[in-house]
């Protein structure tokens, strides 16, 4: 939406992008969680890094962390959603009692050369994947707290 002055700048230098925001969206939306603000923190985020190394669609509950080990990536998926919104005020039950099952979740990674295997960890089970034009596209199916999916070979 035009507001008639920028809110955020951004000017190439050499092979990189230097960008200042004339606010502070990530304090605002740490303290008040507007909507409005994540989608804004989004759009910006998408525009700073078009072709991310890394993207899911999992929820906002879902913790994803990338780890690299000699020849493998290991990308976790912690599930940390409480069952209920625990934002409502007057709430008198602070215990998680049961954590519901999070997924399927589908992930993209930009991956140089095709990997070798792809697996979900633990159990060491094939996860569907597909590599093409050096991207490998994968789905995480439904799990309860925690899985990893493990790429091999993984360059450093």
């Known amino acids: 939406e035009e507001a008639g002055f920028p ?8 092979r990189g992008l230097a960008v200042h925001i004339a606010a ?12 409005t603000t ?3 923190i989004r759009e910006l985020i998408g525009k700073m890094q078009p072709d991310p190394l890394f993207a899911a669609d999992a929820v906002s509950t879902v913790e994803i962390s990338l780890r690299v080990r000699p020849n ?4 976790h998926f912690l599930n940390g959603n409480p069952g209920r919104d625990m934002s409502k005020t007057g709430e008198r039950d602070l215990f998680v009692d049961e954590i519901p099952v999070e997924g399927p979740i589908r992930g993209e990674l930009r991956c140089p050369s095709a990997p070798q295997s792809v697996y979900l960890e633990p159990g060491h089970r094939d996860i569907e994947h597909v590599w093409q034009d ?14 990893c999916v493990r790429v091999e070979p993984w360059p450093l």
């Open 24 to 35: 502070d969206p990530f304090g605002e939306y740490w303290i008040y969680g507007y909507p």
């Open 38 to 40: 994540y989608r804004f």
């Open 7 to 14: 809110a955020v700048t951004a000017r190439h230098v050499g």
């Open 134 to 147: 050096g991207r490998l596209r994968f789905t995480v199916p439904s799990f309860p707290i925690h899985c």
């Open 72 to 75: 493998e990536l290991l990308i």
